[in-house]
């Protein structure tokens, strides 16, 4: 990895997944480390938190690339927490500087955070966000593995779009009519969760829109395409209402759930430039619902 600094990761990223393609407002990019900084290894995940910068760590990173950036809104302190529930910018503490051994009980466990003089041996924190969720080689990432093929964009962005629309397909693993507890079963069996579904177990699927993560924004271009069904990570109560009230069924199969393979996409990225797979972690989460 010696050949590879922190600047030229984030640059192959950009490549793969370009920042005009992120949405207004955004948060992404290289959010804490230096640039110039050699890269040691790379660990992906979804998120930024506190036990997956600690993860990185352990597994000898000295870069951590996620889906979700660290924080949203600006952190108002920099203190040592387990958790940005507790210190908002507790990941920015970790980040800079933690080192983590490997673990080898509870109590070590709770000594994860050394002196602030630590800083140049900690792990380096780069988000792909909205960019990654718009890119067109993700669009087919919720679809072909349940039998769905995509048609157009739901909300076109830059170069790709937010949101898929797609119609079933016939293959040799999916050979029935496609009606609502069948693709709520299909995304079971090969997601490995779904958190709620809504609507008439019964109904047949023609149109079917998707939109991975808390996708809320797209509802009004879901109501025009006149979608049968509507497949996301999460949505507020009053949200799923409103399109109850337009008889669009819905599948809810989790935020994580629904993002969760956007770490291969950071992974085939980062392979396609060059980097050795044996040098890249993928890091499960540190914790997740059940159902």
Partial sequence: MAKFNIGDVEKILFLAFPAADAMPGDRFG???GDRNTPVSRIAISLDQTVPMINAAATAGCNLLVSHHPAFWNTPDSFVAAPSAA??????IWAAG?????AVNSAADEANYILPANTAAIGVALLAMHTNLDCAPSCASMLL?????KYTKALKPNGNGSLGQLAIPTTTEEYTSMLALEELAHRYQCKFGAVAKV???AKKPLHTIAICSGGAGEVIPEVIAAKADCFVT?????????YLQDC??????LGHD???LPYRFALQDALISAGIDSSDITILEPSASWWN
Avoid: F, K, Q, T
């Fill in 198 to 200: 809504w609507g008439n």
């Fill in 144 to 148: 072909e593995p349940v039998g769905l």
């Fill in 97 to 101: 500087c933690a080192r983590v051994a």
């Fill in 257 to 259: 759930v629904s993002e």
């Fill in 247 to 252: 008889d669009i069924a819905i599948i809810e």
């Fill in 30 to 32: 290289l959010l804490a």
């Fill in 233 to 241: 990570g999460e949505l507020r109560h009053h949200e799923a209402l």
């Fill in 86 to 91: 507790i210190s908002n910018g507790a990941a």
